[in-house]
T-cell receptor
Framework: DTGVSQDPRHKITKRGQNVTFRCDPI?????LYWYRQTLGQGPEFLTY????????KSRLLSDRFSAERPKGSFSTLEIQRTEQGDSAMYLC???????????????FGPGTRLTVL | AQTVTQSQPEMSVQEAETVTLSCTYD???????LFWYKQPPSRQMILVIR??????QNATENRFSVNFQKAAKSFSLKISDSQLGDAAMYFC??????????FGPGTRLSVLP
């Protein structure tokens, strides 16, 4: 399967613990995005990478959140000192951005559902 | 700032009939792209249709078509010959050249047999 994959699919943790999620994009895609989706809402942009460079971060991404894409392939999203308000679906997406072309389709992974008790 | 609004939290349609989902957007960007994504229950989001804001012609993909009204900043999705498999959450999204997508709150579509 050459789609976007995310691991784990579900994570239950206690408040105050740290969690880390992984995203593997489609192999030739140079852009990778993280979104957060709460129940009944649309995805909210968190951050995105062009290759290994983190180009934009939303104000939603507090200091407790950090994302990396060390070799321009897979990415990790870490949440430190989790809070109950962090409970959500965390979606990863990837796209192929070509010079001079915009509006490229983002391909989404299945998401990681985080529950903070 | 970019905003996307979907004013219909839920819609229903009889199988084989046509339904239109509404979306309005606001942006100051001139290079802008609009998308409809479908999210079936417990499954990942997939692209339904895409429209470049600079194009006058409305995009179509088989049974799916859009009515893009640039002056009104309206981007509605029409689903013809609705099928049971069309039941899902539908999200309207807008993105600038830098690809920062903004999603609307979604419309839950039910297809009645």
């Amino acid at each position: 399967d050459t789609g976007v994959s995310q691991d784990p699919r579900h994570k239950i943790t206690k408040r105050g613990q740290n969690v880390t999620f992984r995203c593997d994009p489609i192999s030739e895609h140079n852009r990778l995005y993280w979104y957060r989706q709460t129940l009944g809402q649309g995805p909210e942009f968190l951050t995105y990478f062009q290759n290994e460079a983190q180009l934009e971060k939303s104000r939603l991404l507090s200091d407790r959140f950090s994302a990396e894409r060390p070799k321009g392939s897979f990415s990790t999203l870490e949440i430190q000192r989790t809070e109950q308000g962090d409970s959500a679906m965390y979606l990863c997406a990837s796209s192929l951005s070509q010079r001079g072309a915009g509006g490229n389709e983002q391909f989404f992974g299945p998401g990681t559902r985080l529950t903070v008790l | 700032a970019q905003t996307v609004t979907q004013s219909q939290p839920e819609m229903s349609v009889q199988e084989a009939e046509t339904v239109t989902l509404s979306c309005t957007y606001d942006t100051s960007e001139s290079d802008y792209y609009l998308f409809w994504y479908k999210q079936p229950p417990s499954r990942q989001m997939i692209l339904v249709i895409r429209q470049e804001a600079y194009k006058q012609q409305n995009a179509t993909e088989n049974r799916f078509s859009v009515n893009f009204q640039k002056a009104a900043k309206s981007f509605s999705l029409k689903i013809s010959d609705s099928q049971l498999g069309d039941a899902a959450m539908y999200f309207c999204a807008g993105g600038d050249y830098g690809q920062n997508f903004v999603f609307g709150p979604g419309t839950r579509l039910s297809v009645l047999p």
